[in-house]
Structures are given as C-alpha cells and as structure tokens.
C-alpha cells in the first residue's frame, strides 16, 4: 500500500461540528451539514464577520501560493490542515504557473480525505494524507518517496494552529513548528497564520464554543504575541507579520467595512 492509500478509518460523524465543514459552509460551500450549520449560527453571534474573514483567508492562501512559486521559487508544498477542496486549491494555483509543482494535503477529517481522493485521482502530482498535523516525524516518512526534502518545500500551516491546544510536549503548536521546520533545507518557506482577537472576551468565548461544537477538537484563539513567537528562529519576509489581508494584496487593502472586525487571521511567511 503506498503512502496515503490506507482507507478510510474514521467514519464521517454528522452529529458533531467538524471544523472542515463549518469552514466549508462560511466560504459558501455544500459540503456540510445541519450541526455544522447550527455551530456556524451560534459562532455568528459571537463573532459576526466571521465569514468575511473565512473568505479573506482563503485568499490568503491563493496569493500567497502564487507568489511562493512566482518570486521564491518553490515547486513544493505539504499543506498542514489542508481543509476541504474549493475552488482553486493549492495544487491547481501552482501546478497552473509550474506544472511540476507538487502538493501534499494533509487533514485529519475524513470527509476531506474522501473528497480529495476524488478531485485529485488523475493528479500524479497531489498526494492526500488522513494523518494528525502534529505526527511529524510519520508525514516525513510518508512523503519521502514524493517530495524531495533535499530541495526547497513550502510548509503551509494556514488557519489550522488555532485547532491545536497548548501542550508540554512535541504535540505543542511551537513544537510542530519546530520539528517541520528542522526537516526544510535553505530554501524553503514557512507559512503562519491562525486565529487571533485583541479582545480576550472573544478569545475565551470562541475558544469555549469551539471546544464544545467539536468535542474538544479544537485548540485557542491566541493573541498576536503568541503567534508572533511562532517566528522564533525563522526569517520573517519583508512584508512583516499582521492581519494577513494584508499581505502582498492584489489590490489596495479594503476599507474598514470589508474587513473582520472581532478577530483576524494573523500571521505571514518565513524563510529558511
Ligand atoms: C479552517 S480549515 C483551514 C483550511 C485551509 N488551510 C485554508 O486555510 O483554507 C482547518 C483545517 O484543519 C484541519 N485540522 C484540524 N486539526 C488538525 C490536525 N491536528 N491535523 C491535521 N488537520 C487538522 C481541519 O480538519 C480543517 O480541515
């Protein structure tokens, strides 16, 4: 069996909020149902540009996968928390600049993994992985006969972090970091960004709805600090870090109302 072919293990859970397809509904998919729904109502009231900002991340990651092969080069990608497949998806922004370009998903929801294997079943270059984020040293493993890891790699952890709970161990989002980043040769990219609010009342509501929808899925809203600390020892680009609407934007930055107000996705791109 080779990499990312064992089948399904988990079974696809209709009761419970999956972050994936609460994600999916606020973009405006189908690929949900009616707990994700309701968990999306609830979120709403807590957070009401909540799908303004689900629609500015996804941008995010469009601009900045086009920009890491046009200016830096790359032509490789491990995509942590990959979510489900949308319109213009990694592999389809990359491989349209550099049709060698090659991408592995990585996501724990099942229904992920079904809908990847899907799109990409004619793709050679796109592999799809139902393996934990924070299972490092096991992703390593499973991609060594697809990517090259002694060549440049973007790792992408876009909108995911805020899923891991702080821990003492390897499992710990600082330590994800880390273990990912000492495998990528000089190069290579890092990119960050989860969910951060100033207001620790949104902080800790979200982070209790969250926790509760998911049954515990779920990690932290975290403050700007935090997730600037995720930088430790990589080389910030020159766009800097901030609300990531905000970088490289393919036209001048919104205005106030065209922005989300009670949190952000914030974070930017490092390099090896
Ligand atoms: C908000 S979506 C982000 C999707 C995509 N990265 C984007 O920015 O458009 C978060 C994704 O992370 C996945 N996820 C959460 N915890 C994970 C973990 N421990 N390992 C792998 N994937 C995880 C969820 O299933 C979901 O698909």
């Not at 009401?48 to 046009?70: E, G, I, M």
């Not at 990409?120 to 991609?143: G, P, S, Y």
């Not at 000089?186 to 800790?204: E, F, K, N, W, Y």
Request: with cysteine; net charge negative.
């Amino acid at each position: 069996m080779k990499p990312g072919e064992h089948p399904l293990t988990h079974s696809i859970d209709m009761n419970t909020p999956s972050v994936a397809r609460m994600y999916d509904w606020l973009l405006g998919g189908v690929d949900n149902y009616a707990t994700d729904r309701d968990a999306c109502a609830l979120l709403l009231e807590i957070a009401p540009s909540t799908q303004l900002l689900a629609r500015n991340n996804r941008a995010f990651l469009q601009r900045v996968v086009r920009h890491l092969v046009k200016d830096f080069g790359i032509t490789q990608f491990l995509d942590h928390g990959s979510g489900l497949p949308t319109q213009d998806n990694v592999h389809q922004i990359a491989q349209r600049l550099k049709p060698e370009s090659k991408v592995v998903y990585v996501d724990t929801d099942p229904i992920v993994l079904a809908q990847g294997r899907t799109l990409l079943q004619e793709n050679e270059k796109t592999l799809v992985l139902h393996e934990d984020m924070r299972e490092t040293e096991k992703i390593h493993e499973a991609t060594k006969g697809f990517l090259d890891w002694k060549k440049p790699i973007a790792a992408l952890f876009v909108s995911v972090l805020h899923c891991l709970p702080d821990a003492d161990d390897d499992k710990d989002p600082a330590a994800v970091i880390e273990a990912v980043a000492s495998r990528l040769v000089p190069g290579s990219c890092m990119v960050i960004c989860q969910l951060v609010s100033d207001d620790p009342a949104v902080r800790h509501d979200v982070t209790r709805l969250m926790d509760e929808s998911t049954r515990g899925n779920w990690g932290r809203v975290r403050s700007g600090d935090e997730v600037r600390a995720y930088f430790d020892g990589l080389t910030i680009t020159e766009d800097g870090l901030g609300d990531v609407i905000d970088w490289r934007p393919d036209t001048p930055p919104p205005p106030p109302g065209r922005r989300a107000t009670d949190w952000v996705e914030w974070g930017g791109v490092a390099t090896l």
